[in-house]
């Protein structure tokens, strides 16, 4: 079975860059047809995605987000990385990684999720 493990810093100060990755076991980020997601929730709101990575092709972002994410891949270790730029305190919340079908299409497996404090 494919399991998805989130990691990186727990406390970012704001302005600064969130940097977050995702380890990918059982499956392979390049299998055909799977797109592997960021995807939040923050404290009382509801989740949102934020950028998908596809097995092949372009990255894809939330309008909302697109100026300051950043996806990346690194194949050999079966990764792929968020960077959030310019965090508020508005970005704290729980970050998850997860694999879906189809780009913003329903998600099959999820990595438990990583807290993430914006405090100075």
């Known amino acids: 079975q494919v399991q998805l493990q989130e990691s990186g810093p727990g406390l970012v100060k704001p302005s600064q860059t969130l940097s977050l990755t995702c380890t990918v076991s059982g499956g392979s980020i390049t299998s055909n047809h799977y797109y592997w997601s960021w995807i939040r929730q923050p404290p009382g709101k509801g989740l949102e995605w934020m950028g998908a990575?596809?097995?092949?092709?372009?990255?894809y972002y939330s309008p909302s987000l697109k100026s300051r994410t950043s996806i990346s891949k690194d194949t050999s270790k079966n990764q792929f990385s968020l960077q959030l730029s310019s965090v508020t305190p508005e970005d704290a919340g729980v970050y998850y990684c997860?694999?879906?079908?189809?780009?913003?299409?329903?998600?099959?497996?999820w990595g438990q999720g990583t807290q993430v404090t914006v405090s100075a």
């Open positions: 990575l596809p097995y092949e092709g372009s990255n």
């Open positions: 997860a694999r879906s079908g189809g780009v913003l299409t329903s998600y099959d497996y």
